[in-house]
């Protein structure tokens, strides 16, 4: 079965960026989605196709997607953004998530 | 605002069937897009279950096609989960959600607060 690899934890500065990486096979060919799950809440959709950003969700989320890794990254991260991230994305038969990461806003 | 509320027993005995419903709000099931369920295993990640369309299509997740059921009830703007034989490994919060599906694209743009469900005898 498809699997999404993502580091367990990142820690982050307020006012520096964070860098989540999710790596599949091939995810430079699909199209990853990114949810926010802040502690007791339910998930938050950040990031679709990819790179496309919801209304709502602030500028300074953002992804890119190539070869085998999608990155989110978080400018200027403020202590609101600190939550569980999670890639999704579609194998050809079941949409499957990553591991997810930790971000802590130091 | 398109809302979504889960509903059902938090306590499951084991071997038995876990039936949840989702009442949406805000936005017409028989308008379009696609609904789905997703659940999460207390300090967990997250897993897709199956999900449904308001004409009846269905796909599930195929670790547990073999014991989800959905359906969809238009006139009353809801839709349903059914897990049957159900064990210690599917205690969960089970979220259900929006789907859009775009051609392998597909994401949730809309999710309920989510139902704990135990199963335990």
């Known amino acids: 079965s498809y699997e999404l690899t993502q580091p367990p934890s990142v820690s982050v500065s307020p006012g520096q960026t964070a860098s989540i990486a999710c790596s599949g096979d091939?995810?430079?060919?699909?199209?990853p989605s990114w949810y926010q799950q802040r502690a007791g809440q339910s998930p938050v959709l950040v990031i679709y196709?990819?790179?496309k950003r919801p209304s709502g969700i602030p500028e300074r989320f953002s992804a890119s997607n190539s070869g085998n890794t999608a990155t989110l990254t978080i400018s200027g991260t403020q202590a609101m953004d600190e939550a569980e991230y999670y890639c999704q994305a579609w194998d050809g038969s079941a949409y499957v998530f990553g591991t997810g990461t930790k971000v802590t806003v130091l | 605002q398109v809302q979504l509320q889960e509903s059902g027993p938090g306590l499951v005995k084991p071997s038995e069937t876990l039936s949840l419903s989702c009442a949406v709000a805000g936005y017409s099931i028989s308008s379009g897009y696609y609904w789905g369920w997703l659940r999460q295993p207390p300090g967990k990640g997250l897993e897709w279950i199956g999900s449904l369309y308001h004409t009846g299509i269905t796909y599930y997740n195929p670790s547990l096609k073999s014991r989800v059921s959905t359906s969809v009830d238009t006139s009353k703007n809801h839709f349903s989960l059914r897990l049957t034989s159900v064990t210690a490994a599917d205690t969960a919060v089970y979220y259900c959600?929006?789907?859009?599906?775009?051609?392998?694209?597909?994401?949730?743009?809309?999710w309920g607060q989510g139902s704990l469900v135990t199963v335990s005898s």
């Open positions: 091939k995810l430079g060919n699909k199209f």
């Open positions: 959600a929006r789907q859009r599906d775009v051609a392998g694209a597909g994401y949730f743009d809309y």
């Open positions: 196709q990819a790179t």
